[in-house]
């Protein structure tokens, strides 16, 4: 199980890690890249790329895709 506090403050663009961001934050920037977030479609980004890297891993492992 991923950790949800990295993906809600792991910036998509990229990939620095916020280490303190209070959940009454909505909206922040990251320092790195300068990049505006939105707290949950950055999150939304964040899940969908790891859930895409762990199907490609999977269709890559799986005897019967071969």
Known sequence: MTDIFLVRAHCYNCGHVVEKLPLSIREWNCPKCGT?????????????RMGTRVGKRRKRSDPASA
């Open 36 to 48: 505006h977030h939105d707290r949950d479609i950055n999150a939304s980004i964040n899940i969908l």
